[in-house]
Nanobody, 126 residues
């Protein structure tokens, strides 16, 4: 049974950094689109970044939401079954629960991913 487990959340001051991890069991990361989403209190869940399946024909390998471009970086270590979200220059508006998700498509922007983790809280506050 596939499980995704996020870790690495916490509290940080504005301008700080955090690295989130998403470890997958019973899932070969290379064959899946792996994405990070976030949901702030009272707001809808939104996409943050997606690393495409290694076999994607989309012409791109990584996608970022405009609000994190230049600050966040997504990566995948297939040997460790783990995906990462490096978050730099954090802002108060980045405060949210962050979720990782996996889908058997090459790349997907919608929320209907096949598998989801339980989420990890990120709080940016002075």
């Amino acid at each position: 049974q596939v499980h995704l487990v996020e870790s690495g959340g916490g509290s940080v001051q504005p301008g700080g950094s955090l690295t989130l991890s998403c470890t997958a069991s019973d899932l070969t990361l290379d064959y899946y689109a792996i994405a990070w989403f976030r949901q702030a209190p009272g707001k809808e869940r939104e996409g943050v970044s997606c690393i495409h399946s290694r076999f994607s024909t989309s012409g791109r390998s990584i996608t970022y939401a405009d609000f994190v471009k230049g600050r966040f970086a997504i990566s995948r270590d297939s040997a460790r079954h783990t995906a990462f979200l490096q978050m730099n220059s954090l802002k108060a508006e980045d405060t949210a629960v962050y979720y990782c998700a996996a889908d058997r498509s090459d790349y997907k922007t919608s929320l209907d991913y096949d598998y989801w983790g339980q989420g990890t809280q990120v709080t940016v506050s002075s």
